[in-house]
């Protein structure tokens, strides 16, 4: 699957991670991870910490999937509003889930505090707009049901906007509680690290292409014809799950960013918040620790990457004049941009676990605007079922909702 084209920022500002390492004997490993974006560094990491002996294979460079093409911004907000999510699924689940996003943000922090790995993780605010009446009476709704399960949540109205934000909206969410990274930088941080402190082991530009199921192990077949056995093996093969998956659980959609040339430090906005809105598709804003802005949305409903880079340059045009609209003030003037394939799921909520029936098959699967927040969920409930630890999250993100 080609899952971006383009320039993504990420590529370009880290140096580049020169490891070409074919599989080229056939090995044994305790747990198998297929995939070197953020889900299966974070899986790895989790999996070394614990004392588990583990493999990472990918069949392109290290961690030049979506991860080399994501925005990274870290925020506990799912796809689907809370008040909606409680409406299709009841609070029992909707609130924990939204919970464990939180927690989330809090983790990785910590993570990479402990590792030393510099995944220019910063804490952000984050400002969610009411793009119109439609938007007001959503946010309105979604402050209240924030508010009564304690969740961080501040409501600022039109004039508070205009005052301290110079922003024009009708209404909008804060929280100080988001964050943003370079989730490219930290998936090749974790796994340098982990190669080094625990013998991890990683195998680039080794595609799997099969596997057999036997009675206590699964054997992986490369397309060179190299064999892996395994007793556990997580999927964490982002939007190209599919191929293990009994039944799709994804839409597949496409989806732009750009980032600016850089700006001065005091020509951004107001504590330089993560910004998104209540429209659909919706179009959310960012800063780069090297003064850039980056903007990211225009999301379309397919995944055809030929339709989905040929609306690139409407796409750019389209959303710098969004970014006018909404700053006329601050210079923005486009440095890259691309496109990428995205996913989310009817729910909001990721798939982790394993298939029902298929105890030894682990999927990492953080579809949705989520997907970092999700894959160290992903990674810190694989860990626990592979140390005999029971984890609450299993009957909110399990897979007993896709059958
Ligand atoms: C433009 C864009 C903006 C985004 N913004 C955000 C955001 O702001 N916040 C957020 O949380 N998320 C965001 N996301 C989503 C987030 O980037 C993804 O959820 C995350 O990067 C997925 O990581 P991953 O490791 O699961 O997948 P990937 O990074 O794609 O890694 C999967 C790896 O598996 C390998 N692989 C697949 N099949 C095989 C096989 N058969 N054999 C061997 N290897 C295989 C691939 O080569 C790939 O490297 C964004 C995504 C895009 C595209």
């Known amino acids: 699957m080609d899952l971006h084209s383009g320039l993504p920022y990420w590529i370009i500002k880290n140096p580049l991670y020169n490891y070409f390492n074919p599989l080229n004997i056939s090995i044994k490993t305790d747990v198998l991870i297929i995939g070197s974006g953020i889900t299966g560094a974070l899986v790895a990491h989790e999996l070394c910490s614990a004392g588990i002996a583990c493999?990472?294979?990918?069949?392109?460079?290290?961690?030049?999937?979506s991860s080399a093409a994501s925005t990274s911004q870290l925020q506990y907000e799912?796809?689907?509003?809370?008040?909606?999510?409680?409406?299709?699924?009841?609070?029992?689940?909707?609130?924990?889930?939204?919970?464990?996003?939180?927690?989330?943000?809090?983790?990785?922090?910590?993570?990479?505090?402990?590792?030393?790995?510099?995944?220019?993780?910063?804490?952000?605010?984050?400002?969610y707009l009411a793009s119109n009446k439609q938007g007001l009476k959503l946010i309105e709704r979604e402050y209240e049901i924030r508010t009564e399960y304690k969740l961080p949540v501040s409501y600022f109205d039109k004039k508070h906007l205009k005052n301290q934000f110079?922003?024009?909206?009708?209404?909008?969410?804060?929280?100080?509680?988001?964050?943003?990274?370079?989730?490219?930088?930290?998936?090749?941080?974790?796994?340098?690290?982990?190669?080094?402190?625990?013998?991890?082991?990683?195998?680039?530009?080794?595609?799997?292409?099969?596997?057999?199921?036997?009675?206590?192990?699964?054997?992986?077949?490369?397309?060179?014809?190299?064999?892996?056995?395994?007793?556990?093996?997580?999927?964490?093969?982002?939007?190209?799950?599919?191929?293990?998956?009994?039944?799709?659980v994804m839409d597949l959609q496409s989806t732009y960013a750009l980032v600016s040339q850089p700006i001065q430090p005091n020509q951004f906005w107001k504590e330089r918040c993560l910004i998104w809105e209540t429209r659909e598709p919706y179009f959310y804003i960012r800063s780069t620790q090297?003064?850039?802005?980056?903007?990211?949305?225009?999301d379309e409903d397919f995944k055809?990457?030929?339709?989905?880079?040929?609306?690139?340059?409407r796409k750019i045009a389209s959303l710098e004049k969004q970014f006018h609209k909404l700053f006329p003030e601050i210079p923005f003037v486009t440095d890259m941009a691309w496109c990428?394939?995205?996913?989310?799921?009817?729910?909001?909520?990721?798939?982790?676990?394993?298939?029902?029936?298929?105890?030894r098959m682990f999927f990492a699967l953080g579809y949705g605007g989520n997907g970092i927040t999700f894959s160290m969920i992903a990674a810190q409930m694989i860990r626990n079922r592979l140390t005999g630890q029971k984890d609450a999250r299993e009957d909110i993100f399990g897979f007993e909702r896709a059958k």
């Open 55 to 65: 493999t990472v294979v990918d069949k392109r460079s290290i961690a030049t999937g």
């Open 78 to 127: 799912i796809d689907v509003p809370l008040c909606q999510m409680a409406d299709q699924l009841g609070t029992d689940r909707a609130v924990p889930a939204y919970l464990a996003s939180l927690q989330s943000i809090s983790d990785l922090e910590t993570l990479f505090k402990t590792t030393g790995v510099n995944a220019y993780f910063e804490r952000v605010p984050s400002l």
């Open 166 to 248: 110079n922003i024009s909206a009708p209404g909008a969410l804060y929280n100080n509680r988001s964050a943003q990274m370079d989730c490219y930088a930290a998936a090749i941080g974790l796994l340098k690290h982990h190669m080094e402190a625990n013998n991890l082991q990683l195998f680039s530009h080794t595609e799997i292409v099969s596997w057999e199921e036997r009675p206590r192990s699964y054997l992986f077949k490369a397309s060179n014809g190299k064999t892996i056995s395994c007793k556990y093996v997580v999927i964490a093969a982002g939007f190209e799950a599919g191929k293990f998956l009994p039944k799709d």
């Open 290 to 298: 090297d003064n850039r802005i980056i903007i990211g949305g225009g």
């Open 304 to 313: 055809d990457p030929v339709r989905r880079d040929k609306l690139l340059r």
């Open 340 to 359: 990428g394939t995205f996913s989310s799921t009817k729910d909001g909520l990721p798939y982790i676990g394993t298939w029902p029936g298929k105890e």
